[in-house]
């Protein structure tokens, strides 16, 4: 019972392991897909062997498509090839089983079929059929005996055997000996291990009558056609030698490394033979070696001694096994085997193939992106082909194994064209072996621009000056933007972003060459109507789709001295006449009128500066260089001409510089009512009217009456908590005086043009005070605008006491309360900036 279960057991373990087997064996069908042919040897070119594409069921088209080839590790065993056209496999080169294998039994090439795209790898085994194209052949055609006359009838004596390099049916199948009398032949072995033939006596010799034999021996093969060969045996009568020689071992095995020097010594075979003298005397040779194996190896025929003379090579054949014969004397042999196996060597260093490349990749390719495909190859065998692949720089691909021994070359980050345009990508393969081979392949891989990059300018912000009154088609400025991206990628062109400029296009103030980046005025430029603007330029790449990039053009226009003075006070001749009334009793350095001027321009061609070029009295008045003032000089004495006539230039500091001229007339006195008579008070002094001067003197004191009651009631009901020094009489500067566009230049000294103002002197005293009148429009005006008068209150003035203004350019405290009172005083006496 027991001994049932365990057969039991043993037969399911068994049939599992059966399962499993073919289950691996159906597995690795579907991995590496198998393909099976055989063919003979010795076929011609273009042999058709199989049709891949009906076997892989796939249209030959594809085959063209998928890059379809045939690969080995040994491209000189190349003797395949693939018909992309119909899909057969053909013979690529005549086949010589017999060269490719020798006497193995089994001949085999393996082969790979490569498909790209995806990748797809199937082994192909080509089984190569032996055809009888070798006749047998013994390696002496000569076989010597010396068989003493005694020997006894059925004494055997062992022939040389024929080789075939054919094998299996086509191998030697039989011996044949010429008919004679005292010998027949006896065949020993089988078609695997070999057969050989003896000699066996069948009638005894007798030396008396037959000294020397000569047979034919033939040697057959089982081919179609059968093939022969022949050897011819000389048999010599002596008399008896009844020992054989005898080895001291039936089989000799030895290892041997591959690239051994020549004169290596492989092994020695020894046999000894009971006889003596010259029965006893044993000689050594080759019964049966293979051709290859016979231009590598030699046997010593005395010592027996077996060495290298030609070049060992495991990657050509792994083992040789030789037959050796011990002969003594007088003809009896015996023999002996020896197995030889070749030892591997790390003498083949990995080679490495480039099968596939992908050049150039764009710079936009995704992480993964297949590069190459490389298989590396390596002829040595066991830890000398373990291959270990690595890239030596620091560059963004890596190797992935792939199938077996291929390798694919795929990016691990992203490229930038931009930093790196190229790489030297160094692959190197190193096998397992000691010491240690290697090779490597350098792959030179390309990276296409891809349209990535907007153009980038030099400045975020360029600043470009011109001065006004320019010259239409004058450069102002070059705006460059750079675009790192190759040939039309990185092509720049430029264009100003539509806009306007207080509503005109700025295609109607600046242009921009597309090419160069230059900005042209397209008209010319008035400081005075607008001092700066902003354009935008946009810098577009000629890529698909196109990139760009825009940056801010400020343009500043400088102002030139194009614009003399304008005196607001006094009024230009022609317009009204102005009489300003000094007391006879002034001191030096009183302050008796005041010129105010303006300049549209800014800067130094606004900073003015005031001169009196014609005097009535040369030493009785001054006036201040940069404040206008006029004042006395010295004391004001009863011999002074009572009408005074100043001729003052006002001066910009432009260059060249420009000015205007104005008169102001006084009238020293410290009533009208003193005088006795007015004359006309104009340029010309003599021979005045006194008719004229009658009417002038009435106009002026009814006008300083009613303009002094005027600004009493306007100062008791707007200003009554201000302190104040009035004197009996004013003189209005009239608004109509103002220039009717003026532009603000800051720190000049000129007024804005959005401001207007009122100014009046009074008369009679020692000092004068300023009345300055707020602006009509809180609001600035455009350099363009029109300033309107604001006539519901003509009155609503600040009364500033003028004293505050020589005190003021002394650094001394004023008595101004309203603090935006002093901050528009300060504005106007400090060149009329006011802000």
Not at 61 to 83: F, P
Not at 717 to 723: A, D, L, Q, S, V
Request: proline share 4%; net charge negative; hydrophobic share 35%.
């Amino acid at each position: 019972m027991k001994n049932m279960l365990a057969r039991f057991e043993r037969r399911v373990f068994s049939f599992a392991l059966s399962v499993v087997f073919i289950a691996v064996v159906f597995n690795l069908r579907t991995v590496c897909g198998d393909f099976r042919y055989t063919v003979q040897e010795e076929r011609k070119d273009r042999y058709v062997v199989g049709n891949i594409a009906k076997d892989l069921g796939i249209n030959p088209q594809i085959l063209s498509r998928r890059k379809a080839r045939i690969d080995s590790e040994d491209s000189s065993k190349r003797y395949v090839d693939i018909d992309l056209k119909t899909g057969d496999l053909v013979i690529a080169k005549t086949i010589d089983r017999e060269k490719l294998c020798g006497s193995r039994l089994d001949c085999m090439l393996d082969y790979e079929l490569v498909l790209e795209n995806p990748l797809e790898l199937h082994r192909i085994v080509l089984k190569i059929e032996d055809i009888n194209d070798n006749a047998p052949k013994f390696l002496n055609e000569r076989i010597t005996f010396e068989i003493h006359e005694l020997a006894s009838k059925g004494q055997r004596f062992r022939l040389d055997e024929a080789d075939d390099s054919d094998i299996g049916q086509n191998g030697i199948n039989s011996y044949s000996l010429e008919t004679n009398n005292h010998f027949i032949l006896s065949v020993q072995g089988s078609n695997e291990k070999g057969k050989y033939a003896e000699l066996v006596l069948d009638k005894e010799l007798d030396r008396e009558q037959q000294t020397d034999i000569d047979l034919i021996l033939t040697a057959f093969d089982g081919g179609n056609p059968q093939k022969s060969g022949t050897a011819v045996i000389h048999i010599t009568v002596l008399d008896a030698n009844d020992n054989s020689p005898v080895f001291s071992q039936p089989v000799y095995k030895v290892a041997l490394a591959e690239n051994s020097p020549l004169g290596t010594e492989v092994v020695i075979v020894s046999a000894t033979d009971a006889d003596e003298g010259a029965n006893g005397a044993v000689s050594y040779e080759f019964s049966r070696i293979a051709n290859n194996a016979a231009q590598l190896f030699t046997i010593d025929k005395v010592t027996g001694t077996i060495k290298v003379i030609g070049e060992i090579d495991y990657e050509e054949e792994k083992y040789y096994e030789i037959k050796v014969q011990a002969k003594d004397g007088s003809g009896l042999a015996t023999t002996a085997s020896v197995v030889i196996d070749i030892i591997d060597v790390n003498d083949n260093a990995p080679k490495i193939v480039l099968k596939s490349l992908k050049n150039p990749i764009p710079e936009n390719a995704v992480v993964g992106t297949e590069v190459a495909i490389i298989n590396v190859q390596d002829t040595d065998s066991g830890d000398n082909r373990q291959i270990h692949c690595s890239i030596q720089q620091n560059v963004p691909f890596k190797l992935n194994p792939s199938i077996k021994n291929y390798f694919s070359l795929i990016t691990t980050s992203s490229l930038d064209r931009e930093i790196e345009d190229s790489y030297n990508i160094t692959i190197t393969a190193t096998d397992g072996g000691s010491p240690t081979l290697s090779s490597s392949i350098t792959i030179h891989l390309s990276v296409s621009d891809v349209n990535d990059n907007p153009p980038a300018f030099d400045e975020r912000i360029y600043s470009a000056y011109i001065a006004e009154n320019n010259k239409p088609g004058t450069s102002i400025c070059s705006v460059t933007a750079r675009d790192p991206d190759w040939r039309q990628n990185g092509t720049v062109l430029y264009s100003l972003v539509s806009s306007e400029i207080n509503g005109v296009p700025v295609s109607s103030f600046l242009s921009v060459n597309g090419d160069t980046g230059v900005i042209h005025a397209v008209r010319s430029f008035d400081y005075e109507q607008f001092r700066s603007f902003k354009v935008q330029v946009v810098a577009r790449d000629n890529g698909s789709p196109p990139l760009s990039s825009n940056t801010t053009v400020s343009v500043f226009i400088s102002d030139e001295n194009d614009n003399s003075p304008q005196i607001l006070y006094p009024a230009p001749e022609g317009k009204s006449l102005m009489t300003e009334m000094v007391p006879k009793t002034a001191l030096s350095g009183s302050l008796v009128s005041k010129v105010i001027a303006v300049d549209a321009d800014s800067g130094q061609n606004a900073w003015l500066s005031y001169h009196i070029i014609k005097s009535t009295d040369p030493g009785l008045f001054t006036i201040g260089l940069h404040t206008g003032e006029i004042r006395a000089q010295r004391d004001i004495t009863e011999s002074d001409n009572m009408k005074q006539n100043l001729v003052i230039s006002v001066k910009d500091n432009g260059q060249p510089p420009l000015s205007t001229t104005c008169s102001v007339f006084l009238l020293i006195s410290d009533n009208l009512a003193e005088v006795p008579e007015l004359k006309d008070m104009t340029y010309e002094e003599n021979n005045s009217n006194l008719t004229s001067y009658l009417i002038i003197a009435l106009v002026s004191v009814s006008t300083f009456f009613l303009t002094f009651i005027i600004l009493i009631l306007a100062v008791r009901f707007c200003h009554r908590r201000k302190p104040r020094l009035l004197f009996d009489g004013a003189v209005a500067i009239p608004s109509a005086y103002l220039p009717p566009n003026y532009a603000e230049v800051d720190g000049t000294g000129t007024l804005r043009s959005s401001y207007n103002y009122d100014a009046y002197l009074t008369t009679g005293s020692r000092t004068s005070d300023f009345k300055f009148v707020r602006s009509y429009n809180d609001n600035t005006l455009p350099a363009s605008g029109t300033l309107k008068m604001f006539q519901d209150d003509p009155f609503g003035s600040s009364i500033i006491n003028t004293d505050c203004i020589e005190i003021w350019f002394q650094s001394q405290d004023c008595d101004i309360e309203n603090e935006r009172e002093l901050l528009s005083f300060k504005k106007l006496v400090m060149h009329y900036e006011l802000d």
